[in-house]
Nanobody, 121 residues
Framework: QLQASGGGLVQPGGSLRLSCAAS????????IGWFRQAPGKEREGVSS???????HYQDSVKGRFTISRDNAKKMVYLQMYGLQPEDTAVYYC?????????????????WGQGTQVTVSS
């Protein structure tokens, strides 16, 4: 089970930190990813992280977003800086057993509910 939280309304240039709490599976065996879906658009990968900290980012968020994980707490975080209106979306965390930090949506089999991020003045 995955539980995402931390979304909200923020002004352009602002920051948010999303959290994803995992339970019910062997967390260290899984790649965890953050994805987002804006209205009328397909779900896209934002960032992912392996158990040993290898990361992958979508080009549009590189340098602005940072993914991290705490294996002891079974938590994954997405720190977002410099938010822009185009970052507005529902953000989801997802998990899949494996060792590759991928953003390929169909790869991930377990999904949490989303958390809304709205960037607007």
């Amino acid at each position: 089970q995955l539980q995402a939280s931390g979304g909200g309304l923020v002004q352009p240039g602002g920051s948010l930190r999303l959290s994803c709490a995992a339970s019910g599976f062997t967390f260290n065996d899984y790649v965890i990813g953050w994805f987002r879906q804006a209205p009328g658009k397909e779900r896209e990968g934002v960032s992912s992280i392996t158990r040993d900290g290898k990361t992958h980012y979508q080009d549009s968020v590189k340098g602005r977003f940072t993914i991290s994980r705490d294996n002891a707490k079974k938590m994954v975080y997405l720190q977002m800086y410099g938010l822009q209106p185009e970052d507005t979306a529902v953000y989801y965390c997802a998990a899949e057993k494996g060792l590759v930090a991928t953003l390929y949506v169909p790869y991930f089999g377990s999904w949490g509910q989303g958390t809304q991020v709205t960037v607007s003045s």
